[in-house]
């Protein structure tokens, strides 16, 4: 079982990026994407059902971020626009929380490796 994220960069404030995991080995119903800053706990950012009909994010991140996915291809997507300075930090993309707490990254068993994202002022 593996979750592999791909798509950080750097970019300047206002741009975009696509986060990229893509899962082998099983199904994943619920995708969650965390990141963390140096020095800052893991954070949740977003998360989406298998149907891709059930979303959350975090309040700093609505209307800015999108998490999507494609079942065919067993792979989930964070689009980030409006990057903010404060948006720099390594994305992980995790799988299947055990409880109904999506936004609790202590529920999460699989993870990605992290893809880090700066953003310049």
């Known amino acids: 079982v593996q979750l592999q994220a791909s798509g950080g960069g750097s970019v300047q404030a206002g741009g975009s990026l696509r986060l990229t995991c893509a899962a082998s080995?099983?199904?994943?119903?619920?995708m969650g994407w965390f990141r963390q800053a140096p020095g800052k706990e893991r954070e949740f950012v977003a998360a989406?059902?298998?149907?891709?009909?059930?979303?959350y994010y975090v309040n700093s991140v609505k209307g800015r971020f999108t998490i999507s996915r494609d079942n065919a291809k067993n792979t989930v997507y964070l689009q980030m626009n409006s990057l903010k300075p404060e948006d720099t930090a390594v994305y992980y993309c995790?799988?299947?929380?055990?409880?109904?707490?999506?936004?609790?990254?202590?529920?999460?068993?699989?993870w990605g490796q992290g893809t880090q994202v700066t953003v310049s002022s």
């Open positions: 989406i059902s298998r149907s891709g009909s059930t979303t």
């Open positions: 995790a799988g299947d929380p055990s409880s109904g707490s999506w936004s609790n990254p202590n529920e999460y068993d699989y």
């Open positions: 080995g099983r199904t994943f119903y619920v």
